[in-house]
């Protein structure tokens, strides 16, 4: 069946049921009070993605409702990224609930991680817009230190990529940000240093060089300075601990 036959057959046979798809205005001031972080307007907005109104993708129930699910994290996810969100941070939180779905089997499971996920996106939205909104540059700057931070970058090569001279870029992050970005960069570092640590079994020492410190007693030295504790103290302390209990 052709494009224009099976849209034809399907749009007739959907008036006859009454089966209308969500209204498009409806969907996008969902969308919109979630990445203004209204948790209130939110949750009053929201419907069960099990309920009949929206699209059919597929025969299976539990597959449509993902099919549906992945969509709207999807969208969710770059609304909030045009409305303030560090785009690193947005896709990572859309890949953290894909992946829950995906191994999820049941209706109950699916809806609990659709409310999840609104809920998550509108308290961190709420976190953004309580801030002064950053500059495109300082958002741009934010991307490809979140894109680099396993290779290394320095301020000279940010501000090239951006068109910048290392000097107004400086100047302009320290004013957005608060804090050098030379300082954000090895912040960053270290909290991906902190994640290796928690979840994975490389030894310090390769968790060090892979993020491109100098030695490993530098790497020791910076880890410390941020968290107090040497790379060995914290493994000891906080290893997995997080895959074993609810935040």
Same mark, same amino acid.
């Given at each position: 069946?052709? =494009?224009?036959k099976e849209l034809s057959y399907r749009e007739f046979m959907q008036r006859e049921n009454g089966i209308l798809h969500s209204p498009y205005e409806k +969907? #996008? +001031?969902f969308y919109s009070a979630v990445s203004a972080g209204d948790i209130g307007r939110v949750k009053e907005l929201y419907t069960p #993605?099990?309920? @009949?109104?929206?699209g059919r993708l597929s025969a &299976? /129930? =539990?597959r449509n409702i993902k099919y549906h699910l992945v969509i709207t994290i999807a969208l969710i996810a770059r609304f909030c990224i045009e409305s303030g *969100? /560090?785009? @690193?941070?947005?896709?990572t =939180?859309?890949? =953290?609930?894909i992946n829950r779905l995906d191994v999820s089997t049941t209706e109950q499971q699916l809806s609990d991680i659709h409310r999840e996920v609104f809920i998550e996106y509108a308290k961190r939205m709420q976190k953004v817009n309580s801030g002064k909104a950053y500059s495109k540059h300082v958002l *741009?700057? #934010? &991307?490809l230190i979140y894109e680099n931070i396993y290779n290394g970058i320095r301020v000279q090569e940010l501000a090239e990529q951006l068109g910048l001279? /290392?000097?107004? %870029?400086?100047? %302009?992050?320290?004013? +957005?940000?608060g804090t050098t970005v030379s300082e954000y960069i090895m912040s960053r570092r270290i909290q991906a240093a902190e994640n290796m640590l928690k979840f994975s079994e490389y030894p310090p020492l390769d968790i060090g060089n892979y993020l491109g410190f100098s030695s490993h007693s530098h790497f020791i030295a910076c880890f410390r300075k941020y968290t107090g504790m040497t790379p060995k103290q914290y493994r000891e302390n906080y290893f997995r601990m997080n895959w074993t209990r609810e935040e």
């Open positions: 069946m052709s =494009i224009n +969907e #996008l +001031e #993605l099990a309920v @009949e109104g929206y &299976d /129930p =539990i *969100m /560090p785009m @690193e941070t947005s896709y =939180i859309s890949d =953290i609930f *741009m700057c #934010l &991307d001279t /290392p000097q107004y %870029l400086s100047k %302009l992050f320290k004013k +957005e940000v």
